[in-house]
Structures are given as C-alpha cells and as structure tokens.
C-alpha cells in the first residue's frame, strides 16, 4: 500500500486536489493523507485590514482569528466526509508550524503529493506558479502531482522526454505509482533542434522500455524550442492532458532568473502536471 498526501489550506479549501487524491487513492488502494497546513503564521486577513474602525483593534483580531479556526474546522470536516463517501483509508494531519518546511518534511515520508497550483499560504492571490509551490518543488522529497484548479477525470497523458536520465526517471515513477492511468492513450513527446533529426533519444532502448509500460503509446518529435513547442502542442488537445516531466531541482540562484519546464506549464496550461526528480 503506497501513501499519498494531499497538501491543503483549510482556509482555503481547493476542492479539486481532494478530488484527485481521492480518485487517485481508491484507484492505487492507497493509504490518503490529508495534510491541513495551518500555519502560526499565515491568517485569511492582512493586519493592514485591522485598521481601528467601529471596533478596537484587538475585537477585530479575535474575531477574524475565531472565524479562521471554524474555516479550517469545516475544511477538515468536509475532507473527512468525502474520505468516508469513497470507503478508502485516510487519516489527517494538522501541520501548525511554518508551511514550507514543515510540508518538506512530510514528503519524505510519502511516496506522492497532490497540491493545487494555486496554493499560496497567504491572503494574497498570486498568478501560478506561486512563490510557494517554486519553493516547495525545488526541494521536494517525492514525486508530485500538481493539480488545476477545476477537477476533471484525465483522457490522455504526455510524457515529456528529452534523453535525460532525469526524464526517464519521471517516467519510470508515474508508471510505478499510478498504473491505473497508463490505460489512457500515452503520447511520448520530444523536441529537438531544428538541425537535428526526427528520432527519439536513444530511440531503440526508449521504445523497448515504453512497449513494456505503455501499451498505447505513440511517438512524436518536434523541431523547435522546447518551451515553445511543448505549449503549442498540448494546447491542441481536446481536453489538458496530464504532463509527465522531470528535472525541477535546480540552485536557488537558477530559481531566481530562469523558469523551469514546470513553471512555463504552471502559467500558461492548466493540465495536471507529475513532477519527480532525483
């Protein structure tokens, strides 16, 4: 029985991730972990909206940090009742230190994470990727899956695949842990330069593993630049495909000036998106 977590703001309750998880565990017949982090720090309000009104200062804080305690007790409750409805196994935990580290910390003891790409552990919205979630996935310790906002049922996957042993890894882990999906048609995608020619990387050894995997596999290379390519093609699908993709971990002075993969697919897609790197 594998063990997955759901990271989950109880202020802020994202539907879909639970949606996801839950499929994903009755399908796995995996043990569900919903991790409500609950942050000393991190409230539904900024302390610039306490400013003295009709009501001191110190009223208005205990009533916003009361109506945060029933929030996350009705997001805990909600979670819990949805884990009964799908008869699998769960349990809950209240991470109340800092976020960041704490949810790290988790990941070293599960073999996947589902979050929503939206997550932000603050009042403030921001346009994905989150400061968070680039944080969070630079040092992560499991593979994950980062999920859109609005839940619907996977049609078809993409495994980005470029040669790296890295790729490869990714690929390797989403058949282990979520072998129910590679009934779904499978689209293997690579691109290359433009000067280069239209075989897969290592083209013998990569299609004897993928017919051993992926009975629906299809093959298909493109020229171009990869950020560009990999868009304009998922953007043609139907419906967002989920997106197989390694290699996130990169120097914090890399984070800084130059996007990931992930990070392109983050802001301009809103496909499902399995991450996992060595």
């Given at each position: 029985m594998k063990k997955i977590i759901a990271a989950l703001d109880g202020l802020k309750y994202a539907e879909s991730t639970v949606q996801f998880a839950i499929q994903i565990?009755?399908?796995?017949?995996?043990?569900l972990v919903g991790v409500f982090l609950e942050d000393f720090s991190y409230h539904s309000y900024s302390i610039y909206e306490l400013a003295p009104r009709l009501e001191p200062w110190e009223h208005q804080l205990r009533k916003r940090n009361e109506q945060d305690l029933i929030s996350r007790a009705e997001s805990v409750e909600k979670f819990t009742a949805l884990c009964h409805k799908a008869e699998?196994?769960?349990?809950i935990h209240h991470d109340?230190?800092?976020?960041?580290?704490?949810l790290l910390h988790e990941t070293v003891y599960a073999d996947l994470l589902i979050i929503g790409k939206n997550e932000t552990l603050s009042p403030l919205p921001q346009v994905p990727p989150t400061g968070f979630l680039r944080d969070l996935l630079g040092d992560i310790q499991c593979p994950v899956l980062v999920v859109p906002e609005d839940f619907e049922l996977v049609n078809k996957i993409v495994l980005l695949y470029d040669g790296q042993p890295s790729s490869m890894f990714a690929i390797k882990m989403f058949s282990y842990l979520l072998p129910f999906?590679?009934?779904l048609p499978v689209e293997i995608l690579t691109v290359k330069p433009e000067n280069e020619d239209l075989h897969l990387p290592d083209n013998h050894l990569m299609k004897e593993f993928s017919r051993r995997h992926f009975h629906n596999a299809s093959y298909h290379v493109l020229h171009g630049a990869a950020e560009q390519e990999i868009v304009k093609y998922l953007k043609e699908s139907e419906k967002p495909p989920l997106v197989v993709l390694g290699a996130y971990q990169r120097n914090l002075v890399s984070r800084w000036f130059?996007?990931?993969?992930?990070?392109?697919l983050m802001e301009k897609l809103d496909s499902p998106l399995f991450i996992a790197h060595t």
């Open positions: 565990a009755r399908e796995t017949r995996s043990h699998i196994e769960f349990s109340r230190n800092f976020a960041l580290p704490e999906m590679k009934m130059r996007q990931s993969m992930a990070d392109v």
